[in-house]
């Protein structure tokens, strides 16, 4: 039997599973095995995905709207209007909750629930399938969703496919909420932070560990808040520790007592990793976002973390923020090298719908992008052309500095100089020209690029740079030998130096979908 109501999305990638249909699926009440949820990804052709869903028969649709799939679902809207012009459509998310009477494809939809629907939804399907001959024209196009009890929410975890907690990210939340106001993020308009029963949740976690799952991706925007429930969370997982179990957390950076450190620091080497936001080192940018972050406590919990502890950091960083400007933000990233994090996320100002970042357009006259998803042109502080290298910048330094393929030869790029960030600038600049591409280079091709900047620009030495290189190529259990390097090898072979084209013993690759090695 065809459902009568069709959840959809379009994820950002396959890997994704979309955690807030669940939720909507998971609080349908007595509507729920007439709710089935289709989940699509952004690079599927339209007219596929329209064809999808409309073999389904669906009498309502409830599509979830992001930054990543705004734009496609626009399209998609359009063409299931004009297929089936009867068809109910509802639209929520975070893209369509905030300025929505700017966004003129709204205008084809019949109802959009702004905030958390969990609840919401199933009272208006419930409306809408119970009188559908209501003449609803006087009705309110716009629902605002009141904030739900978190107590009255069914988790929706059993949603979960086996394919699912084998193939897919999963999300899971024990809160929801921040406390903070940062301007650049939604999270600054949101109530108070709410948090779920400990006890039923990690009911929840356990079934989900007993079915296999084995990488648990908390979307917590404040993990560490609660020291209590930090606690539970964490000596949970502790007692069920095994290999291949994996937590990906995002913490507070200046909030790391004592008892979460004693329990963190049992963890094994990459069992945990931690999405930290620093943004910016820079105090005055911080004021001027509302961002509250204690700078040497910060340092200190990061030093703490790299130095005792196995836990694998992700911390990010925002170039084109209100008073930034690139000589800033560089200070910024040296001092975060300096930290030594496993991976430094560089992303670029985004003006989200409903933030209050607004109101510094005309002081720092901030420019953004009008399309998704909409990130800052430029400033008054930092011109267009240098957020362009920043963008190149960001995108090289996943492909050398993140990736975990150059982790020693990366260091070579600035030893000469000791300023990282001036120095990697200097690479990127040169690896686009060269190139003249920041996406598709083979690994084979970027160690050859690699190496030639190594020595004619950075002043290393040939045979240092090709020993470096190997040995980086080799860390993967790589043993096919570069073309560039095989000079260079050879030479070192026959000086007894050790290197050998045995297959070296492999390290602890990083965790799939989520973590690098250290």
């Not at 009440?29 to 052709?45: G, H, M, P, V, Y």
């Not at 260091?411 to 001036?422: G, Y």
């Amino acid at each position: 039997m065809h459902s009568n109501i069709i959840l959809v999305t379009l994820n950002a990638k396959y890997i994704h599973a979309s955690f807030g249909l669940r939720y909507l699926h998971a609080n349908m009440q007595d509507l729920a095995e007439r709710t089935s949820i289709l989940e699509f990804d952004i690079n599927q052709k339209i007219n596929d995905i329209a064809e999808s869903i409309l073999d389904k028969s669906p009498t309502i649709l409830g599509f979830g709207i992001y930054i990543w799939n705004v734009e496609p679902t626009s399209k998609l809207v359009s063409i299931l209007r004009k297929l089936k012009p009867d068809l109910k459509i509802i639209v929520g998310g975070p893209e369509v909750s905030y300025e929505y009477s700017e966004q003129e494809w709204l205008k084809q939809v019949d109802y959009l629930i702004t905030g958390e629907a969990d609840l919401a939804f199933y009272d208006l399907c419930k409306d809408l399938l119970i009188e559908p001959e209501v003449d609803r024209l006087s009705q309110k196009k716009v629902i605002h969703a009141t904030i739900p009890d978190v107590k009255s929410i069914r988790h929706p975890y059993d949603l979960y496919a086996s394919a699912d907690l084998q193939n897919r990210i999963v999300y899971v939340e024990a809160s929801r909420g921040c406390p903070f106001t940062c301007e650049f993020c939604l999270s600054s308009l949101d109530v108070p932070v709410r948090a779920f029963p400990i006890d039923p949740f990690l009911q929840a976690m356990d079934q989900l560990f007993q079915r296999g799952l084995r990488h648990f991706k908390f979307v917590d925007r404040t993990f560490n808040l609660n020291i209590n429930t930090g606690k539970a969370i964490l000596h949970f997982f502790l007692e069920r520790m095994e290999p291949g179990l994996f937590l990906h957390f995002e913490m507070i950076p200046d909030r790391l007592p004592e008892p979460l450190r004693e329990i963190i620091a049992k963890f094994p080497k990459g069992s945990i990793q931690f999405e930290i936001g620093i943004q910016s080192f820079n105090t005055e940018v911080s004021n001027n976002i509302s961002r509250r972050q204690n700078l040497e406590k910060l340092e200190d919990n990061l030093k703490f973390l790299r130095k005792q502890t196995g836990v694998h950091l992700h911390v990010d960083l925002i170039a084109g923020l209100p008073g930034e400007n690139l000589e800033s933000f560089g200070e910024g990233f040296d001092r975060l090298i300096h930290l030594n994090p496993q991976e430094i996320q560089i992303g670029i100002l985004k003006r989200l719908r409903g933030t209050p970042i607004v109101r510094h357009e005309a002081e720092f006259e901030m420019v953004y992008d009008d399309c998704p998803p909409y990130e800052v042109l430029n400033t008054k502080d930092i011109s267009f052309a240098d957020l362009q290298r920043v963008k190149r910048f960001a995108r090289y330094w996943d492909l050398v500095g993140n990736s975990g393929n150059f982790m020693q030869s990366v260091h070579l790029i600035w030893e000469k100089s000791q300023d990282p960030f001036a120095s990697f600038l200097k690479f990127s600049d040169w690896l686009y020209r060269t190139t003249g591409r920041r996406h598709g280079i083979a690994l084979t091709k970027l160690l050859e690029c690699v190496f030639d900047y190594l020595v004619e620009f950075a002043s290393i030495k040939p045979e240092r740079a090709a020993k470096s290189l190997w040995e980086d190529y080799q860390h993967g259990g790589r043993n096919d030998r570069p073309i560039v390097l095989r000079p260079y090898l050879e030479a070192l072979e026959s000086e007894d130096t050790g290197i050998s084209d045995q297959k070296t013993h492999t390290h602890q690759k990083r965790q799939k979908m989520h973590q690098k090695t250290d």
